[in-house]
C-alpha cells in the first residue's frame, strides 16, 4: 500500500464509495498530492465481517464523511438521508400531520421500502420502532456524527433478516480532544418554518498516546411548525387550477363542518325514498358563518387543508458519550451510550365525526337512538326539514357530521425518549482479530392528545343538558367545550432489543494473490414489544370492564400488544485473492426465528378473546453472498456479487389482534347486491373505517418468511487524473412479501369487497357502519433494478480557485410488484415508476444531485443542484368527487375525472460558503433553494398527510431558506 499512485488511491476511493454521493470535493486537493501515503489501519467497513484495509471491497459501499455531511446544509438525519439520490420510499415529518407518521422518519434504499433498509449505529442495530428493524432516524443526533456508510446492496448474509435493500450506517465520533462549539440558524424567507441548532462536545485522552479517550457530546435543535395557510400553493383544498387549457380545482373538503350537517333519511312502507342533507347555519342565514366553511347544495363543506401543518413542531435533545481504553496494544475495551428525547408535535384538521341521533336496522327494523342529542336535534333540526320536503315523522335515521372547531385543531405530540448502550472488547488473539459486544436499545414511544380530541361521555353531556348545541353557531363555545377536551396520553409503545454479537476475523491461507481472510461470527437478540392503548382508545368492550367513554376525533378501537421473540445467527465469509488482480467473497449465514410469544390475554375488536402464548409460526432460513472485484490495469476495477435474502414476519404482523385502523381514502362505495344490508351503510365517495389484525396462524395458513436474490455489477474507471466515473447496476426480487390488500383493491374489486368488508358497530358513532378488514398476507412479488452513478470533474488550480464538478444519481429500471388485480385468482403487474401507485407511493424514474465547488485558500464556495423527474399525479374518476370544473364565472362547478394529470419534475438550487477566515473558527453560510422554487402541483388526496395541493414526502415546502453555521474549536 505504500508509494501508490494518485490513480491507484483514486480508484480505492472510490471503490469505498466516498465519490457515489458526491460530496467528497473538499478533500479533493489531497488527492492531487504525489507524496508517499502511510500504511493504512485494518478497520471493520459495513458490508463485511473482516477488518482489513478500508478502501478495498467487492460491494458498492457509499461514504459520507463530516465534511460532505455539512456541505448539504442539513441539521438532523432524516434530512440527510432524504438528500442522498439512492434514497426514496422513506417516511418524512410531514406525513405526521393525519397520514400515519406517528412521529417516526425513516430511511429506504431505492425505494424498496423502510423494512427492508436495516440501520445501523457503529455498526450495530438499534431499537426499531415498531416490532420490524426499521428505525426512527430522529433518534440520532447528526451532531455526533462523524460519517455515514450506505451499503446499496443487499447484507442479510452479513447483518441478517432486514437487510434486504442495504444497510445505512452511522458512525459517531471518537478519539476527539477538542473542545467544539457549534450552531446553526435556518430562517425561511416566508414565515414559519424557522430552525436552529446547537452542539458542544468535548473530549479527553488520546487513544494511541494517553492509551483512553473518553467523549461527551450534547446537542439540541428544534423546527418551528409551518401552516398551511402560510404558503399560497397550500392553504386551500379547492386550489384552482390550469390543466389541457382549461381551469379545475381540487376538491379536498369535507361534509363534516360546524355548525354539524344533517344527513335524515326518510322510510314510507319499509322502503328508504328520500335522503337530504341541510345545515341550520346555511338554511335560516343563506350563507356559511363558520371559518373555512362554505356552501354547497345544502351543505356546508369545511376546507380542512387550510387549517393543517405543512411540517410538524420538531425538538431533539441528545447526550452521546463514549469511552475507550487500551489494556494493551492488543486489547481494546470500549463503553458507548446515546440518550435522546425527540418530540414531533403535529396538528391537522379539528374533529371530523360522524355521529348518530338515530338509526333503523334494516334487517330488523329496530331503531337505535342516541337519546343525548335528541333535544338539540328537536329543537334545530326538525323544524328545518320542511324546506327540503320531509315530514319529520317519516324520518327513519337522522346522521350529524360534525367538525369540532370549538375544541381546537387536533394535535398530538409523538414522544420518543431512546437508550442505547454498548458495551465491547477488540482483541487480538492467536492471529484473531476478535470483537465481542453486548448492545442494549430500547426506546419509548408516547403519543399525547394537546388539542382538539374530546370525551365523547362529557361531550354527548354538554349536549344532552342544552350547554352545547352542535347544530348551530354559538358564542363562547371553545370555553363551553373546554372540560371534554382530551390533555391525556393516549398510547404509550415500549421496543427493546438486547443483543449479544462476536465475531472473529484472520489469514487463512495462501494465494497467489495474497493471504485468503476468514471471518466468522455469531449473534443472539431478544426483542420486546409493548403496547399500551388509553382506555378511551381501547373504548367499551369485554377488554375493558365498567368503561363506556370513547373518543371524539380519533378512533376507539386500539388493542394492547405484549409480545417478545429470540433469534439467533452466524455466519461465514472467505475473501480469496486469487491473483493480484482478481479477488472474490463467499458468505453464508443461517438464522432462527422463535415462535412470538404473545404475554397478554387481550378482546379484539369485536369481544374475541386472545389467549396468551405462543403464536405464529417459527422460521429459519440459510442465506448467501457471492461477489468478486476485478483490477485489470491500475485505472479500471470491475465488480459484482449475487446473493440471497431473507425476512422474517414482524411480531405485529404475526401477534396483533383486530382492531381499529383509522379511516380509509376517499372511494366510491362498493356495488352491494340489493337487499344487502351493507348497501344501506354506503354513504357515496367517502371515508369508510378499516380493521386490521395480525395473523396468529400456524403451518401453512400462517405467515412464512419473505425471500430475496440481490445482485450487483459495476466498475469504477479513471482515464486520467482529473476525472473519474462508476456505475453500479443492481437488481433485487423479493418473494412471499407479506402485506395488506391496498384499499382500492379492497374498494374497487366486487369479490374482495364481499369478503372483507362488513357491517361493525361504531361505539363513537353509535351505529353500524362499513368497515374494511385488512389481514397481513403473503400475496406480493416485486422486482427493482436500477443505476446508480457518479463522475467527477476536477478541474484543478485556477486563478479563482480549485474547481470541481461531481454528479451523482440513481436511474430507476424497474420498480414492479405482482399483487392480487381486478381479475380473481389473478396476479397483477403494478410498474410503479413515474407513477402514483394503488399504495399511494412514487417512485422516481431519475433522484440526482451536481455538485459545483470552488476551493480559495481560505473559502469554499458550493452550487448544488437537485433533480427528481416528474410522474403521473394520482388518477380520479367522476365517483371519486376529487377534482371539479371552474365555471366561467370563477365559481366551483361539477365533478369531473381527471386521469391524466402530470406532476411537473423538481429542480432545485443551493448555494454554500464555508469560510476560516479566523483560527479555530468556521463560518458557514448558504441559501437552500436558491430560486424559490414552489413544490410542482398535485392533485392526490392520499398517501403521506393531509397537505393538499403537493405532496409534502417528496418537495420542500419551506421555499428560499437562509442559514448559517458557526463552529469553534479550542
Known amino acids: ?40 489501519q485494518r478497520v471493520e467497513i459495513t458490508g463485511s465481517s473482516i477488518k482489513r484495509i478500508a478502501a478495498e471491497g467487492s460491494l458498492p459501499v457509499q461514504t459520507l464523511t463530516r465534511a460532505q455531511i455539512e456541505q448539504t446544509g442539513v441539521n438532523n438525519v432524516a434530512d440527510l438521508v432524504a438528500a442522498l439520490p439512492a434514497m426514496q420510499g422513506f417516511i418524512t415529518s410531514s406525513t405526521s400531520v393525519n397520514g400515519g407518521g406517528g412521529g417516526v422518519q425513516t430511511a429506504s434504499v431505492h425505494a424498496i421500502g423502510t423494512q427492508y433498509t436495516l440501520v445501523l449505529l457503529n455498526g450495530r442495530r438499534m431499537a426499531p420502532y415498531g416490532t420490524g428493524s426499521a428505525v426512527n432516524l430522529a433518534s440520532i443526533p447528526l451532531a455526533a456524527v462523524e460519517r455515514v456508510e450506505i451499503l446499496t446492496d443487499g447484507a442479510s448474509t452479513l447483518y441478517g433478516s432486514d437487510a434486504i435493500a442495504g444497510v445505512v450506517n452511522f458512525i459517531l465520533k471518537k478519539n476527539q480532544r477538542d473542545f467544539n462549539i457549534e450552531a446553526t440558524a435556518n430562517i425561511p424567507q416566508e414565515k414559519g418554518g424557522k430552525s436552529s441548532n446547537f452542539a458542544i462536545s468535548k473530549g479527553w485522552g488520546d487513544l494511541d498516546t494517553d492509551r483512553y479517550n473518553v467523549l461527551v457530546a450534547y446537542s439540541h435543535d428544534q423546527q418551528k411548525a409551518l401552516n398551511a395557510n402560510q404558503r399560497e400553493f397550500a392553504k386551500t383544498g379547492a386550489r384552482k387550477f390550469n390543466h389541457n387549457g382549461k381551469e379545475f380545482a381540487t376538491w379536498q373538503t369535507s361534509i363534516n363542518s360546524t355548525p354539524a350537517n344533517v344527513e335524515a333519511i326518510t322510510q314510507v312502507g319499509g322502503v328508504d325514498n328520500q335522503d337530504e342533507v341541510l345545515n341550520h347555519d346555511l338554511t335560516t342565514t343563506g350563507k356559511c358563518s363558520s371559518p373555512n366553511t362554505f356552501s354547497r347544495g345544502n351543505a356546508c363543506r369545511f376546507d380542512y387543508a387550510s387549517t ?35 418530540s414531533n408535535q403535529a396538528r391537522y384538521a379539528p374533529a371530523a365525526q360522524p355521529l348518530t341521533v338515530f338509526s333503523t336496522d334494516k334487517e330488523t327494523g329496530v331503531r337505535t337512538t342516541n337519546a343525548n342529542y335528541i333535544g338539540a336535534y328537536n329543537s334545530t333540526i326538525a323544524p328545518l326539514l320542511s324546506t327540503v320536503g320531509i315530514v ?123 493471504s ?103 422460521s429459519s432460513k440459510a442465506t448467501y453472498k457471492l461477489a468478486a472485484r476485478w483490477t485489470p490495469v491500475q485505472t479500471l476495477l ?88 462508476g456505475l453500479d447496476m443492481w437488481d433485487v426480487k423479493l418473494k412471499n412479501q407479506i402485506q395488506f390488500l391496498s384499499q382500492s383493491l379492497l374498494f374497487g374489486r366486487q369479490d374482495l369487497a364481499d369478503k372483507y368488508m362488513r357491517s361493525y358497530y361504531d361505539p363513537i358513532q353509535k351505529s353500524n357502519v362499513l368497515v374494511a378488514e385488512q389481514n397481513p398476507l403473503n400475496l406480493a412479488n416485486s422486482h427493482y433494478r436500477g443505476l446508480d452513478w457518479d463522475t467527477t470533474w476536477r ?47 412514487v417512485t422516481f424514474r431519475v433522484i440526482s444531485r451536481v455538485v459545483f465547488t470552488l476551493k480559495g485558500e481560505k473559502t469554499l464556495h458550493s452550487l448544488t443542484t437537485n433533480y427528481r423527474s416528474g410522474y403521473h399525479d394520482q388518477p380520479f374518476e367522476v365517483s371519486d368527487q376529487a377534482v371539479r370544473a371552474v365555471n366561467p364565472d370563477g365559481t366551483i362547478g361539477a365533478v369531473v375525472a381527471m386521469t391524466d394529470h402530470d406532476v411537473k419534475r423538481y429542480v432545485t438550487l443551493d448555494y454554500q460558503l464555508k469560510a ?55
Open 516 to 618: 485468503a481472510m476468514l471471518g466468522v461470527g455469531a449473534d443472539f437478540t431478544r426483542q420486546d414489544f409493548k403496547d399500551d392503548p388509553a382506555r378511551i382508545l381501547i373504548g367499551p368492550g369485554p377488554g375493558n370492564p365498567g368503561w363506556t367513554d370513547v373518543i371524539i376525533g380519533g378512533g376507539t378501537g386500539s388493542q394492547a400488544l405484549d409480545a417478545s421473540r429470540n433469534n439467533w445467527g452466524a455466519f461465514s465469509e472467505l475473501l480469496m485473492p486469487i491473483s493480484k488482480t482478481l479477488e472474490s467473497t463467499a458468505a453464508v449465514r443461517y438464522d432462527s426465528y422463535d415462535a412470538v410469544d404473545k404475554k397478554n390475554i387481550s378482546y379484539d375488536i369485536k369481544g374475541v378473546p386472545s389467549p396468551a402464548g405462543s403464536v405464529g409460526n417459527s
Open 1 to 40: 500500500m505504500m508509494n501508490e499512485t494518485v490513480l491507484a488511491r483514486s480508484l480505492r476511493t472510490m471503490y469505498a464509495g466516498s465519490a457515489v454521493i458526491g460530496l467528497s470535493l473538499l478533500a479533493l486537493p489531497a488527492l492531487a498530492q504525489q507524496a508517499a501515503e502511510p500504511v493504512m
Open 392 to 514: 319529520p315523522a317519516d324520518v327513519s335515521d337522522a346522521y350529524l357530521y360534525y367538525r369540532g372547531v370549538d375544541a381546537g385543531g387536533r394535535e398530538d405530540k409523538y414522544k420518543t425518549d431512546a437508550v442505547h448502550v454498548v458495551l465491547g472488547m477488540q482483541t487480538r488473539l492467536g492471529g484473531w482479530d476478535m470483537n465481542a459486544a453486548y448492545t442494549h436499545s430500547q426506546n419509548k414511544q408516547t403519543d399525547l392528545a394537546v388539542s382538539g380530541y374530546m370525551s365523547g361521555d362529557k361531550f354527548e353531556e354538554l349536549v344532552r343538558t342544552g350547554a352545547y348545541n352542535p347544530f348551530r353557531l354559538q358564542t363562547g363555545a371553545a370555553a363551553i367545550l373546554a372540560p371534554a377536551v382530551l390533555h391525556d396520553v393516549l398510547q404509550t409503545t415500549r421496543s427493546k432489543i438486547d443483543v449479544v454479537n462476536a465475531s472473529a476475523s484472520r489469514e487463512a491461507f495462501s494465494l497467489p494473490g495474497g
Open 795 to 841: 478541474v484543478g488550480q485556477t486563478p479563482i480557485g480549485a474547481l470541481a464538478v461531481n454528479w451523482t444519481g440513481t436511474y430507476m429500471l424497474k420498480a414492479e410488484q405482482s399483487v392480487p388485480g381486478a381479475t380473481a385468482n389473478v396476479l397483477e403487474t403494478e410498474r410503479s415508476i413515474g407513477r402514483f401507485d394503488s399504495y399511494n407511493n
Open 916 to 970: 476560516n477566515l479566523v483560527p479555530n473558527l468556521t463560518l458557514t453560510g448558504g441559501i437552500k433553494n436558491l430560486l424559490d422554487k414552489d413544490p410542482p402541483l398535485s392533485i392526490r388526496n392520499a398517501g403521506g398527510g393531509n397537505q393538499v395541493g403537493y405532496d409534502g414526502r417528496y418537495t420542500d415546502p419551506l421555499g428560499r431558506t437562509f442559514y448559517l453555521t458557526a463552529n469553534y474549536k479550542f
Open 308 to 342: 393543517v401543518q405543512l411540517l410538524p413542531e420538531l425538538k431533539r435533545d441528545s447526550i452521546f458519550s463514549s469511552a475507550t481504553m487500551k489494556l494493551s496494544d492488543d486489547t481494546t475495551v470500549f463503553a458507548e451510550m446515546v440518550l435522546s428525547k425527540f
Open 638 to 725: 470491475v465488480r459484482g456479487s449475487y446473493g440471497t435474502g431473507f425476512k422474517a414476519p414482524t411480531m405485529n404482523q404475526i401477534a396483533d389482534p383486530l382492531k381499529n385502523g383509522g379511516s380509509s381514502n376517499f372511494f366510491p362505495c362498493p356495488t352491494f347486491a340489493p337487499g344487502d344490508p351493507r348497501l344501506t351503510l354506503c354513504r357515496g365517495s367517502a371515508e369508510y373505517g378499516l380493521l386490521t389484525s395480525g395473523n396468529a396462524l400456524t403451518g401453512d395458513a400462517g405467515l412464512k418468511p419473505e425471500t430475496s436474490k440481490q445482485a450487483t455489477i459495476g466498475f469504477r474507471v479513471e482515464p486520467v487524473p482529473s476525472v473519474s466515473f
